[in-house]
């Protein structure tokens, strides 16, 4: 067994009584790392045929004497019980042969997983297969043993695929031990930590142990093997990151291939960070700030979302696509959000970022995954939250999110903390290294594992129930001392007195407490309305005749004039915000959105819709057939709307339809049909 296993049956020994928290705060381990390692150890249990571990109700933990004798027994011998499933032991087997480039024989697969030969030649027929989904292949000699053979590149991929989908492997340092080399560890950790002093950077905590892991594999393949493939890539050797690498390991005395270096660069350049305020621009990176410009026009455009400090924003956005762009142009994988539940919001989002991602896709030569361009929707979703003031109360207490899974969780950690305490100031995300040296002054922090601090703590992970929600709030605004809540639970229960017992009055406060809390504080999500509830049947107006851009304006807003929804001033600002070369107002070929924000004279919701069968030639050269002036006044309640009015821009078949329809209530109809039936989803 390994030795996180070997010490927590240390620590079930010495302290039979101890609970699940005290043991993880006791060896610095999360909920889920203790609660993986006991299910392995009962799976290895079970099959000796001995009563598994259980746990009680108090958290705490019940075994027979029997289960002691063996627990005692592989304590002392520490043989007999290995901690790997099997696809652990086959993710392991390949990671070994990666980091051993010459030949590796039965008898060091043996002592390195602690397993029987048949079971790991069983293991090697498996991995020969994985491997060969990579075009590699697993050669064997009689007198050497085995060896990982074919493309440099492939090889990569499959380590990036290891690393990135095996993060529990990583945080146990299971593949720290395949590679076996520790002086050759410490070299990795100071070059990785010298990188981020260079380039001003900081790694998350799990993209830090991944790039320790894939570049000491790099390394040791750089000893032991010739690169095989195209070494040359002009799209990695123009950024200031491998001339920097390159320096760095000659002058330490690294001898390294150019293919090799070309895969160390990419390890660096491919691996999202928390900040970095160094940004020296090439060709390739002017070309990503540029196109972060035209999609966050863009997205304001779709989304008639004004972002503040939008040059941060951009420079944010850019520091999260250009390495997304190095993992999509190299098919690299990334730390993946398991079982991340998305919102209806996100969802919007990612749909719209999708056709915005388009101009990177074309100049990268290949499409966004869908797990990309969620993570590009959920970077957009967690900046927007920022632009809602939940309360005009400045909050009294500051607070800080650690996460040691990466930038994307942390933010959205922050997003939901944000909803669920706007009481609080939430400052920023930090990861586990960067909270042992920060000065901040805060009252609260918010972790996925435990910390040594003396500040108010609490455990917290992604997809809470609504029940864990509601329970986190309670306690934390009970411990500041700000809730009320207690107060009101007091109420109810000195009305119900009278009428039960004592004892049902101790089972009912908790319950009591939990219909009290708001859900509408724990950000329970609710349907949004669609694009229907904004469009009145007399604001479709259809036009037979050529007609100019303003006079299309003046036609279209003037129902929601009629209505009071808009002032004169709007359509005014409509026009001139129309009339400039800069102007974004568009979905797809033939569609113009005019808006402007909410101050410039929205009194309610509303959204004309101008179909006019002659093209009209707006500002900028664009021929545009449906004029769709929006004017919106809450916060994000529009998005499933303007996706909607998104689809049909871009769905030439309804837009026949308009261009053909005889009257406006037939307009109104085909509208109302498209979006009703579902369409707006396919």
Not at 160 to 167: A, G, K, R, S
Not at 228 to 250: M, R
Not at 318 to 328: I, M, S, T
Not at 550 to 574: C, F, R, W
């Amino acid at each position: 067994m390994n030795e996180r296993i070997r010490l927590i049956v240390s620590l079930l020994l010495t302290k039979p009584d101890i609970k699940t928290m005290e043991m993880m705060q006791e060896l610095n381990l999360t909920r889920k790392q203790v609660n993986y390692a006991i299910k392995i150890l009962n799976f290895h249990l079970y099959e000796l045929g001995v009563t598994p571990i259980k746990r009680k109700k108090n958290g705490g933990f019940e075994f027979s004497a029997e289960i002691k004798k063996v627990l005692l027994s592989n304590d002392k011998n520490r043989k007999g019980i290995s901690s790997f499933d099997n696809n652990e032991r086959l993710y392991l087997l390949v990671a070994y042969l990666l980091a051993n480039p010459g030949y590796v024989s039965l008898i060091d697969l043996t002592e390195f997983l602690h397993y029987s030969r048949t079971t790991i030649l069983t293991d090697i027929s498996k991995a020969k297969s994985f491997v060969k989904k990579y075009n590699i292949e697993i050669t064997y000699d009689r007198t050497k043993g085995y060896s990982l053979n074919g493309s440099s590149d492939q090889q990569m991929k499959i380590a990036n695929h290891l690393i990135f989908e095996n993060m529990e492997l990583v945080s146990r340092d299971d593949f720290e031990m395949a590679i076996s080399n520790n002086k050759l560890i410490k070299f990795v950790k100071i070059f990785i930590i010298q990188f981020e002093k260079e380039f001003k950077a900081k790694f998350s905590d799990s993209y830090f142990d991944s790039l320790v892991i894939l570049i000491a594999i790099i390394l040791l393949r750089n000893c032991g093997k010739n690169f095989i493939g195209v070494e040359a890539d002009s799209f990695v050797e123009q950024t200031y990151e491998y001339k920097y690498i390159k320096n760095y390991l000659q002058t330490h005395g690294k001898n390294i291939q150019i293919g090799w270096l070309k895969w160390i660069t990419i390890e660096f350049l491919s691996a999202n960070v928390y900040l970095k305020q160094k940004i020296q621009l090439n060709e390739n990176d002017r070309k990503i700030v540029t196109f972060v410009h035209q999609m966050v026009e863009s997205f304001k455009s779709q989304t008639l979302v004004d972002i503040p400090n939008q040059m941060q924003f951009e420079h944010r956005l850019v520091n999260h696509l250009r390495p997304a762009c190095f993992r999509v142009k190299y098919d690299l994988s990334t730390i993946a959000i398991v079982n991340m539940n998305i919102d209806e919001n996100t969802k919007i989002l990612a749909d719209i970022i999708h056709q915005q991602i388009k101009p990177v896709e074309e100049w990268l030569g290949t499409p966004f995954p869908e797990a990309e361009i969620k993570l590009l929707a959920v970077y957009f979703g967690t900046n927007l939250i920022d632009n809602i003031s939940t309360s005009t109360d400045l909050p009294r207490y500051h607070a800080v999110v650690v996460c040691s899974n990466g930038i994307i969780l942390s933010q959205i950690l922050m997003k939901e903390l944000k909803k669920l305490f706007p009481e609080l100031k939430i400052i920023l995300a930090l990861s586990a290294r960067e909270f042992t040296e920060t000065n901040l002054d805060f009252d609260v922090v918010f972790s996925t594992i435990p910390l040594s601090t003396t500040k108010k703590q609490y455990i917290i992970t992604p997809n809470m129930s609504n029940q864990r929600k509601v329970e986190l709030r309670y306690r934390v605004l009970n411990d500041l001392g700000i809730s009320k809540l207690d107060s009101k639970v007091d109420d109810v229960i000195d009305v119900l007195k009278n009428y039960i017992s004592s004892s049902e009055i101790t089972k009912l406060r908790e319950k009591i407490r939990l219909a009290l809390v708001d859900t509408d504080e724990i950000g329970v999500n609710k349907s949004l309305p669609n694009l229907m509830y904004y469009i009145d049947k007399d604001a479709i107006i259809l036009k037979n005749e050529f007609i100019s851009w303003s006079e299309a304006i003046d036609l279209s807003t003037k129902p929601l004039m009629n209505k009071h929804k808009i002032t004169q001033g709007y359509v005014d600002i409509l026009k001139k915000d129309t009339d400039t070369p800069t102007n974004y107002s568009f979905l797809g070929k033939s569609m113009a959105i005019p808006h402007s924000k909410p101050e410039n004279g929205v009194y309610s919701d509303g959204i004309g819709f101008l179909v006019s069968r002659k093209g009209i030639l707006f500002p900028g050269g664009r021929v545009i057939h449906l004029v769709v002036p929006i004017a919106v006044l809450e916060g994000k309640k529009h998005y499933k709307a303007i996706n909607q009015l998104a689809k049909i821009a871009t769905n030439e078949k309804v837009i026949k339809k308009f261009l053909k329809a005889d009257s406006t209530e037939d307009v109104y109809s085909i509208l109302a049909s498209y979006v009703e039936s579902g369409d707006d989803k396919k």
